[in-house]
């Protein structure tokens, strides 16, 4: 992986979806919502699915300054009540606390995170995120990881740059104290966290815990965190 090019020093991991699952503590938090909300309602079994479809495009309007992370969340849980025939509330930021309280309950870390985080600990490591900054801080908090995966960097302190943006990748080398070709991305998402560092000379590991398919041509594909000690020398 690290051919004749500089070693490697830092690491820097993605968080939903590669530390933290995401995806089980959204399905679970939007099921107890609804519930709630709607006690028997005969679409819930697809709210899961629905309440995923809808999180990329209104993240994505976010993070191009198309809106504020308050009015994303808002269109996002409207489109999701009208999909479901059931009234909007009239107080979204209240609705949307209400969901938050049942994520926050189902955060968890992957079962291979502890371990690998601990035999990487030699290396400068570090969070890149496109979350919300507390909201990540909390969740690195939550599972455990806290004062282990060094600072958690969203695009709050990296002068409003998100991935897949260059200046995003390297800010966060920079936050290390490297230079992008000393580090490594791991993460899940192809297009934020395989081949968006390229440009920058960061080198990356696409983690694909459902193994789903290849790797982009050029670049490692891990199913397992545990399998990122073999593709790494140790730190020096």
């Known amino acids: 992986m690290t051919g004749p ?34 006690p028997g309602h ?21 993070q191009e300054g198309r809106c504020t992370v308050q009015e994303q969340r808002h269109l996002r849980l ?3 009540c009208a999909e479901l025939d059931i009234a909007v509330p009239a107080d979204l930021d209240a609705a949307y606390a209400d969901f938050v309280g049942h994520y926050r309950r189902h955060w968890t870390a992957y079962p291979d995170v502890a371990k690998t985080v601990v035999e990487l600990g030699g290396y400068a490591l570090g969070v890149l ?19 282990l995966v060094g600072p958690v960097l969203t695009r709050e302190v990296l002068e409003g740059h998100a991935k897949p943006s260059p200046a995003a990748y390297t800010g966060a080398a920079t936050a290390l104290g490297l230079e ?43 199913t397992s965190l545990t399998e990122l000690t073999d593709l790494l020398p140790p730190a020096a």
């Open 129 to 147: 995120t496109n979350g919300v900054q507390q909201m990540q801080e909390d969740k690195v908090r939550a599972i455990g990881l806290e004062g």
């Open 180 to 222: 992008p070709y000393e580090v490594v991305l791991v993460g899940d998402d192809v297009d934020n966290d395989v081949t968006g560092p390229a440009v920058t000379g960061m080198r990356s590991v696409w983690l694909d815990r459902l193994g789903a398919e290849p790797a982009p041509a050029g670049f490692p594909r891990i």
């Open 42 to 62: 005969p679409r819930l079994p697809e709210v899961p699915a629905l309440w995923t479809a809808l999180e990329a495009p209104y993240l994505a309007m976010w």
């Open 78 to 80: 409207a489109a999701l």
């Open 5 to 38: 090019r500089s070693p490697v020093k830092g690491i820097l991991f993605d968080l939903d979806g590669t530390l933290l699952d995401h995806r089980g503590a959204a399905d679970a938090g939007i099921v107890a919502w609804l519930e709630a909300r709607a």
